[in-house]
């Protein structure tokens, strides 16, 4: 298998599969010079929703701000900061609409980031440190930590051991996947870590793992 790597557009179609990988980066500012974003998608610029990595240099900060339509963040590597506490590398973040922070890092951080993208009638805050909070068992070998679920849409880490494969199967509603360790692979190609993928509504396929592998994976949100 040839790995994939598509760079995302910035008005995308629910409809089509999408595949970042590491090699398809392209950094830009933000309004923060000391702040850095990979856009994997905007699917709306009236409505802000969109998905990146973004990239805290050591010191950065951005001034208190209010989140109109909701944020939810995973803190990939370093510690992510705000006035309400410090979120080590494994912090799981979701601020609802209306919330407001002024964040920062004072080591630097890598952060995975969702903006506008709560449902309706969605008001939970959460914080959960993963690296404190333990998996459940899964299917096969999986072992899984819920993180979020309203209505349809679900979001867990799952981490996959050494040699494991799941069944063929079809996503209901989507699924999105970003790689934080490992390789995830499927047929249609190898994703390593740093990846990110997106699989429409009814979309299959038949993954499996050649070394242990830690995914987020949300589902149930794009149908």
Same mark, same amino acid.
């Given at each position: 298998?040839?790995?994939?790597?598509?760079?995302?557009?910035?008005?995308?179609? @629910?409809?089509?599969?999408?595949?970042?990988?590491?090699?398809?980066?392209?950094?830009?500012?933000?309004?923060?010079?000391?702040?850095?974003?990979?856009?994997?998608?905007?699917?709306?610029?009236?409505?802000?929703?969109?998905?990146?990595?973004?990239?805290?240099?050591?010191?950065?900060?951005?001034?208190?701000? !209010?989140?109109?339509?909701?944020?939810?963040?995973?803190? !990939?590597?370093?510690? @992510?900061?705000?006035?309400?506490?410090?979120?080590?590398?494994?912090?799981?973040?979701?601020?609802?609409?209306?919330?407001?922070?002024?964040?920062?890092?004072?080591?630097?951080?890598?952060?995975?980031?969702?903006?506008?993208?709560?449902?309706?009638?969605?008001?939970?805050?959460?914080? !959960?440190?993963?690296?404190?909070?333990?998996?459940?068992?899964?299917?096969?070998?999986?072992?899984?930590?819920?993180?979020?679920?309203?209505?349809?849409?679900?979001?867990?880490?799952? @981490?996959?051991?050494?040699?494991?494969?799941?069944?063929?199967?079809?996503?209901?509603?989507?699924?999105?996947?970003?790689?934080?360790?490992?390789?995830?692979?499927?047929?249609?190609?190898?994703?390593?870590?740093?990846?990110?993928?997106?699989?429409?509504?009814?979309?299959?396929?038949?993954?499996?793992?050649?070394?242990?592998?830690?995914?987020?994976?949300?589902?149930?949100?794009?149908?």
């Amino acid at each position: 298998m040839q790995s994939s790597s598509v760079m995302a557009p910035l008005n995308m179609n @629910f409809s089509q599969r999408v595949v970042v990988t590491p090699d398809g980066y392209h950094w830009m500012p933000s309004p923060s010079h000391s702040v850095e974003r990979m856009p994997l998608e905007r699917v709306s610029a009236e409505t802000g929703h969109t998905t990146s990595i973004v990239r805290y240099a050591p010191q950065a900060a951005f001034p208190e701000h !209010i989140h109109a339509g909701g944020e939810e963040i995973f803190v !990939i590597d370093g510690i @992510f900061q705000d006035e309400y506490g410090d979120y080590p590398a494994g912090t799981y973040i979701r601020n609802p609409s209306g919330t407001r922070h002024a964040p920062r890092s004072e080591t630097g951080c890598l952060l995975f980031v969702k903006l506008s993208q709560f449902a309706d009638g969605d008001a939970q805050q959460i914080v !959960i440190k993963t690296h404190n909070t333990p998996f459940l068992p899964g299917h096969g070998g999986l072992r899984v930590l819920p993180l979020h679920s309203h209505g349809t849409e679900s979001t867990a880490l799952v @981490f996959w051991p050494k040699g494991e494969k799941f069944l063929p199967h079809t996503h209901v509603g989507g699924e999105e996947i970003f790689v934080l360790s490992g390789e995830f692979i499927d047929e249609h190609g190898r994703y390593p870590e740093g990846s990110w993928l997106r699989s429409p509504h009814l979309s299959s396929h038949h993954p499996w793992v050649e070394t242990d592998t830690l995914i987020y994976v949300k589902t149930g949100h794009l149908g």
